[in-house]
T-cell receptor
Framework: AQSVAQPEDQVNVAEGNPLTVKCTYS??????LFWYVQYPNRGLQFLLK??????LVKGSYGFEAEFNKSQTSFHLKKPSALVSDSALYFC???????????FGDGTTLTVKP | DTGVSQNPRHKITKRGQNVTFRCDPI?????LYWYRQTLGQGPEFLTY????????KSRLLSDRFSAERPKGSFSTLEIQRTEQGDSAMYLC??????????????FGPGTRLLVL
């Protein structure tokens, strides 16, 4: 079985401050890890993924995430938040060579000016 | 590249009726996925195709749900004898070929189903 936990339903940060959205996972074998973002009335958009290689992966809109195997975490980060980053963020995991991805329940990020 | 499209965008039906949704993936994407999303939760995997072959199906999917991808292009998801608990957003995604590229899923806008 595989699972994802996003422990915070809501994260609030001030514009210009760094942000972190947390994600922990459970999966057998080596994981593939993903972050997606959902803006109001829009579909899910891919942000970044970890497949193999460097533990720090960089993605769209200045976001990055760090894969930590010992802590089974894949936290999403951005050095300086923008109001336009306000959205719903989903972390997802899948096993290597499998089709099924398991998503967390999402974290609502609100960036205040 | 026009993105993944889904039709209809909204569907209201009465309990017991059958409904069918269509997904058109991005051209030449050989993988296609169906998910269901309810309010306050993340997308829940339903099934996955590689070309026309249905390779994985969630055990959560009852016999009332069936999906097809007959020519490896568009896909349909049918729900028979709908129940109020089927009310949700149904999402389709596709991904390209390539060892790493295939792991990036591109989502459509979804079909919102309301069963009365």
């Amino acid at each position: 079985a595989q699972s994802v936990a996003q422990p915070e339903d809501q994260v609030n940060v001030a514009e210009g401050n760094p942000l972190t959205v947390k994600c922990t996972y459970s999966v057998s074998g080596n994981p593939y890890l993903f972050w997606y973002v959902q803006y109001p009335n829009r579909g899910l958009q891919f942000l970044l993924k970890y497949i193999t290689g460097d533990n720090l992966v960089k993605g769209s809109y200045g976001f990055e995430a760090e894969f930590n195997k010992s802590q089974t975490s894949f936290h999403l980060k951005k050095p300086s938040a923008l109001v336009s980053d306000s959205a719903l963020y989903f972390c997802a995991v899948k096993r290597t060579n499998a089709g099924k991805s398991t998503f967390g329940d999402g974290t609502t990020l609100t960036v205040k000016p | 590249d026009t993105g993944v499209s889904q039709n209809p965008r909204h569907k209201i039906t009465k309990r017991g009726q059958n409904v069918t949704f269509r997904c058109d993936p991005i051209s030449e994407h050989n993988r296609l996925y169906w998910y269901r999303q309810t309010l306050g939760q993340g997308p829940e995997f339903l099934t996955y195709f590689q070309n026309e072959a249905q390779l994985e199906k969630s055990r959560l999917l009852s016999d009332r749900f069936s999906a097809e991808r007959p020519k490896g292009s568009f896909s349909t998801l049918e729900i028979q004898r709908t129940e109020q608990g089927d009310s949700a957003m149904y999402l389709c995604a596709s991904s390209p070929t390539g060892v790493e590229q295939q792991e990036t899923q591109y989502f459509g806008p979804g079909t919102r189903l309301l069963v009365l």
